[in-house]
């Protein structure tokens, strides 16, 4: 087992950024990626530098990382999924993924307003900074909401609730693991009528206000949950009749990009003598934000986990990361290949058309006979959103929960979401005609309900893969990696035998064929310059 690499050894040199401030010029204020790189650039100088460096290079002697940025660019989803298949089968996966976490880390810097560029980590240990001022609102309900899930156009709460998640799980539309942490979160809380107790439980969250944020779930149950978000909480949830607990928030707002050290504080404030547990859901995409913003919320939370105040942290992977599929999925996928029983005589033609064209082509990719990658990347979203991805959310929470014995750890992959960042004509197409292909996308609030359920299950289950009470020991880090990130509700992408990106090109057309109209706003679109 190598060890982690320190700031001194780094698969990257600091020399790009300490030497950088007179190159700089242009350069807006706040959290960057290195100067003068991109995204796709800087996921290819991480992995190539893992590939090359002498305390990982021997684990990645099969694959081969193209030498120039260039080339990459162009092979990246294919290359990103041979690096995490190699990592995963090798003894070495969780050293491998801090060493990579802390040269990405090490590269990240924090340009201020008068010019001066430093390294994200010594910027944030470096200096000091006041709390924001903050407006605390005590919501007036004292009754408990139960667990529910919004499903189509229903809300359904109690064994109906359950009857759903069951037939998902049956149709290999979510792993085993992440349906026996929703049904041990029902039945441990069935005779409290489903309801949840966090009173008293100190939460923050970062990116409080987006989308896929849990934040209902969390005042559902009662807890003191601090936003942290750019905008302070609307009126809606302010006047939310069925919020219990305490909703804290600075009064100005908070910009993660450009105020890391004063949401630092304002955390330490709020937590006091507690610690707190932390959710990661800021997102926006462009301009490198997604890489930007997840990389400066785990630079938050680490320094706050050395300081010993967090005593959980949890987010949510998209699917179209680079992922293993569960075995019961892989036996699933080789079922519906076998028997195709998984769909109708018009899809065969569909599917036959494109694999002759070259456009279809298998979901996996196996490494060892315990480690088949999942074809799930979509080139369409870019480099720069699956650095993000795979770098600071995947490897960040296998690293975090090596590094921190004492902080409970959640990290599962939600579905397919129809989130605003995805109201594109060739994505609602796609939705549209994933359908008939026997794959599910979801509704927000379907997606923060169950995935937020399987969030409550690894911070209350003593027992959970990532919970720092755990009892029972894994063989290896190997192990306790793979059981961290088993909980997967994929919407069918990874039981299914073919690869996402070709299936979704089909999935579109055929949406454009079921409403036209698609057609005429995808061409109204201008094009970013």
Do not use: M, W, Y
């Given at each position: 087992m190598i060890a982690s690499l320190s700031t001194s050894t780094s698969l990257l040199s600091l020399s790009n950024v300490t030497l950088a401030s007179s190159q700089s010029s242009t350069l807006s204020a706040g959290v960057s990626l290195p100067v003068d790189t991109s995204g796709s650039q800087f996921l290819h100088q991480l992995l190539?530098?893992?590939?090359?460096?002498?305390?990982?290079?021997?684990h990645f002697s099969g694959i081969h990382i193209p030498e120039s940025a260039g080339a990459f660019r162009k092979s990246y989803a294919d290359d990103t999924i041979q690096f995490e298949g190699t990592r995963i089968a090798s003894g070495a996966r969780v050293a491998i993924a801090r060493a990579v976490t802390d040269a990405a880390q090490d590269q990240m810097i924090f340009r201020t307003e008068g010019g001066r560029v430093s390294p994200l980590p010594h910027y944030m240990l470096g200096r000091q900074a006041s709390a924001l001022p903050t407006v605390t609102h005590n919501f007036s309900n004292q009754q408990l909401q139960a667990l529910s899930l919004p499903w189509n156009d229903e809300v359904l709460a109690g064994t109906h609730m359950m009857d759903v998640i069951d037939e998902h799980a049956e149709q290999r539309q979510m792993s085993d693991a992440a349906f026996q942490a929703l049904n041990w979160l029902y039945e441990t809380h069935r005779d409290e009528n489903g309801q949840v107790?966090?009173?008293?439980?100190?939460?923050?969250?970062l990116g409080a206000g987006a989308e896929l944020s849990p934040l209902p779930l969390f005042l559902n149950a009662g807890a003191t949950v601090l936003w942290m978000d750019l905008k302070a909480p609307p009126a809606e949830i302010l006047n939310n009749p069925n919020f219990s607990g305490t909703l804290v928030y600075p009064e100005h707002g908070a910009d993660l990009l450009q105020q890391p050290l004063e949401i630092a504080a304002t955390i330490r404030e709020f937590a006091g003598d507690q610690k707190v547990s932390i959710g990661s859901f800021a997102y926006v995409g462009g301009k490198a934000r997604e890489w930007r913003l997840t990389s400066v919320m785990n630079a938050i939370t680490r320094q706050l986990a050395n300081e010993g105040r967090v005593d959980a942290i949890g987010t949510f992977i998209s699917p179209t990361s680079p992922a293993a599929a569960q075995l019961e999925d892989y036996q699933a996928g080789q079922r519906h290949l076998a028997g195709r029983a998984w769909t109708h005589a018009a899809n065969l033609g569909w599917i036959g058309a494109s694999k002759l064209l070259g456009r279809v082509v298998p979901n996996y990719a196996s490494f060892d006979d315990d480690v088949r990658m999942v074809q799930a990347l979509v080139p369409l979203q870019g480099p720069t959103y699956i650095g993000a991805q795979y770098v600071e959310k995947i490897m960040i929470a296998e690293a975090m929960r090596a590094l921190f014995p004492?902080?409970?750890v959640s990290a599962n992959v939600a579905g397919i979401s129809r989130t605003k960042s995805l109201s594109i004509p060739v994505f609602e197409a796609g939705y549209i005609g994933a359908r008939m292909f026997g794959l599910s996308t979801y509704d927000p609030a379907t997606t923060v309900a169950l995935n937020g359920m399987m969030l409550l299950h690894d911070w209350m289950n003593p027992e959970a893969p990532g919970s720092a009470r755990r009892q029972t020991p894994f063989a290896n880090d190997n192990a306790m990696a793979a059981?961290?990130?088993s909980q997967q509700v994929h919407g069918g992408i990874y039981s299914f035998p073919y690869a996402l990106n070709g299936i979704i090109e089909l999935a579109?057309?055929?949406?454009?064929?079921?409403?036209?109209s698609l057609v005429k706003g995808m061409l109204g679109r201008k094009k970013k310059r």
């Open positions: 190539a530098g893992a590939t090359q460096h002498p305390s990982t290079a021997e107790n966090l009173c008293g439980r100190k939460i923050v969250l004492d902080v409970t059981a961290l990130l579109a057309i055929r949406g454009f064929l079921r409403k036209p």
